[in-house]
């Protein structure tokens, strides 16, 4: 059981952490003209909901794994490290990054491309701050 609830673990990490690595790029490029800003909002929303699911079973699978090797109370620290750094990492998605991209939609649903463009440097410093604890939270995984 081990063994699946770890290649589960890191299909999911995989998923969550991999389908971010383009979203920076595309926003930036995309933004920047009306009708590619527009298949970007789609684009989007299913790039949110890959994220959010792979990301919860990411986070479920992990404490799943605790508890089935060393259970929490002997958990080393760097398992801790590795969970705050996931919750960190769910609430500068909540906190920062959701609201740029509101605005960037916003932005783009009223046709305001210079708008939109000007929320692309908050949007990617969220991003990039979400990828910067992942491979924190990665390496507390493998140290």
């Not at 890191?10 to 991999?18: D, Y």
């Not at 979203?23 to 684009?43: A, F």
């Not at 906190?95 to 991209?101: D, E, I, S, T």
């Not at 908050?122 to 924190?136: H, Y």
């Amino acid at each position: 059981m081990i063994e699946v609830v770890t290649v589960a673990h890191v299909a999911f990490a995989a998923a969550w952490f991999g389908h971010k690595l383009l979203i920076p790029r595309d926003v930036r490029v995309s933004v920047r003209e009306q009708e590619s800003g527009r298949t970007l909002v789609g684009r989007m929303r299913r790039a949110q909901g890959l994220g959010l699911v792979s990301g919860l079973l990411t986070l479920g699978t992990g404490v799943w794994l605790v508890t089935l090797t060393t259970g929490f109370a002997k958990a080393p620290v760097t398992i801790y490290i590795a969970l705050a750094t996931v919750i960190g990492m769910f609430l500068v998605g909540l906190l920062a990054a959701r609201p740029a991209w509101n605005r960037i939609k916003a932005a783009i649903d009223a046709g305001d491309t210079p708008g939109a463009v000007g929320g692309v440097t908050s949007f990617n410093r969220a991003m990039n701050l979400e990828s910067l604890l992942w491979i924190l939270a990665l390496t507390m995984m493998i140290i």
